[in-house]
């Protein structure tokens, strides 16, 4: 990453920062011409409260990034809470956004299926099992569609209700039961069952089977539910989401799912650094009418840009069966200029008039290499220059330049030299 980080003095003028970058950011992607996404985002590690991604939307990315066929939501699949929005914490917990479940009472089971999902904290103690809609049917069609636990979901409600949830462990059940046998007598144990609000909520099997060969009795464990988030009447909602699933924000459009790669970042990470540092600075406060000046530690902010993968992901999204295609803002040249054998001399004059204009020249380059026609073009497609004007078969016969540009459409249209530079710029304008 390209990192940049900002200082400010006042939380409103971090924020007036933080938006100017974001704006520079987007007028980047929209200058590379492909298909991104601006997502809220998990601040993760590095603190704050206020976050966005920019994602390019590639099957070879590790994000998936949510958005909404009605509404102007998008967001990443890291910022599942695990809640149930749409209505107050004071109302009745309503189904997940996506699923059609009739009753929605507690005691409903509006699924094909229930699966089990399991973790266990990091201190070994607690081991959670989740309970989800492993199958369910979705939209009009009532076509049975299969779940996936949300892990960022489960760990948000297992911190609410706090618990520490080690999520890299692979066999939680069988380190849970070892931690029991071990250490038994130095106990408390507990078994948190989780509920999306999807599946019934009844008790479930004490594990008696693992506590016999733990040589320890049910009744040492201290069992619990939990099928509303920690606080609040909210019910529970564990799963991913999937395309065709009822939007949690407008109720009205459908949810489609993106496979991303990252390429920017923005942070808003307030004094979380800044304090710790002690990377204080004063203040003026002669214009709220106080004579003193106030010392306040720095509200900071963190962005960055994936310069690398930037070039991987516009080289996946624009190339075609003809080779790389790059936007203009990271072409090697705009143009290159590609002759016949014996018109040489002319490409040159060629050249030469795209790159007079001292005002607005054009970025040319000349294949002047002893090779075929065919081979030289071959190339320029290969490379991927966004415009190409061949000097040719046209220029023998009507004095004209062939000029293609794949990236209008194709484009193919033969222009004569005095109208050569302003057909150019006007071709580069839309690129």
């Not at 007036?16 to 998990?42: G, H, M, Q």
């Not at 960022?152 to 070892?178: C, F, R, Y």
């Not at 490379?383 to 009507?398: M, R, T």
Request: glycine share 8%; net charge negative; hydrophobic share 35%.
């Amino acid at each position: 990453m390209k990192d940049l980080y900002t200082f400010d003095c006042t939380v409103e003028e971090a924020l007036e920062t933080y938006t100017s970058v974001k704006a520079a950011y987007t007028r980047l992607f929209n200058d590379l011409r492909i298909p991104y996404l601006v997502a809220a985002a998990d601040s993760g590690n590095m603190g704050g409260n206020l976050s966005h991604e920019f994602h390019v939307p590639s099957s070879k990315g590790e994000d998936t990034v949510i958005s909404c066929t009605s509404c102007d939501i998008v967001y990443n699949d890291e910022l599942a809470d695990g809640k149930i929005h749409g209505f107050g914490d004071n109302e009745s917990p309503q189904a997940s956004p996506g699923f059609d479940t009739g009753d929605l009472s507690p005691e409903a089971a509006p699924t094909i299926s229930t699966g089990l999902w399991m973790s266990i904290s990091k201190d070994k103690r607690t081991l959670l099992r989740g309970w989800y809609p492993k199958f369910s049917m979705q939209g009009e069609s009532q076509e049975p569609v299969e779940r996936e636990v949300n892990s960022h979901a489960v760990k948000s409600v297992a911190n609410a209700a706090g618990i520490d949830l080690d999520l890299s462990v692979e066999n939680p059940l069988e380190q849970w039961a070892t931690e029991v046998k071990s250490n038994k007598a130095s106990g408390p144990y507990r078994v948190v069952d989780m509920y999306d609000s999807q599946v019934r909520v009844y008790k479930r099997p004490p594990l008696s089977d693992v506590l016999d060969q733990a040589s320890c009795k049910v009744e040492d464990i201290d069992y619990s539910m939990l099928d509303r988030f920690p606080g609040t009447n909210n019910g529970l909602s564990l799963v991913k989401v999937q395309d065709g699933d009822k939007c949690a924000r407008c109720a009205q459009g459908r949810v489609k799912t993106h496979v991303a790669i990252e390429m920017g970042h923005t942070f808003h990470l307030g004094t979380r650094y800044s304090e710790v540092l002690q990377a204080s600075v004063m203040v003026d406060q002669s214009s709220s009418g106080s004579s003193e000046n106030q010392v306040v530690p720095m509200q900071m902010g963190c962005h960055g840009i994936g310069v690398s993968r930037m070039i991987t992901a516009v080289a996946d999204s624009l190339a075609d069966s003809k080779g790389l295609n790059w936007p203009r803002a990271v072409a090697p040249f705009e143009v290159i200029v590609v002759p016949a054998k014996g018109l040489e001399d002319e490409a040159e004059k060629v050249y030469d008039t795209l790159t007079s204009d001292p005002a607005s020249p054009v970025d040319v380059i000349l294949d002047d290499r002893d090779k075929q026609m065919g081979w030289k073009l071959g190339d320029a497609d290969l490379i991927g220059y966004p415009i190409i004007v061949v000097v040719g078969k046209g220029w023998k016969k009507e004095q004209t330049l062939e000029v293609q540009c794949r990236q209008l459409e194709d484009l193919r249209e033969n222009v004569p030299l005095e109208q050569l530079s302003t057909f150019i710029r006007s071709l580069l304008e839309r690129l």
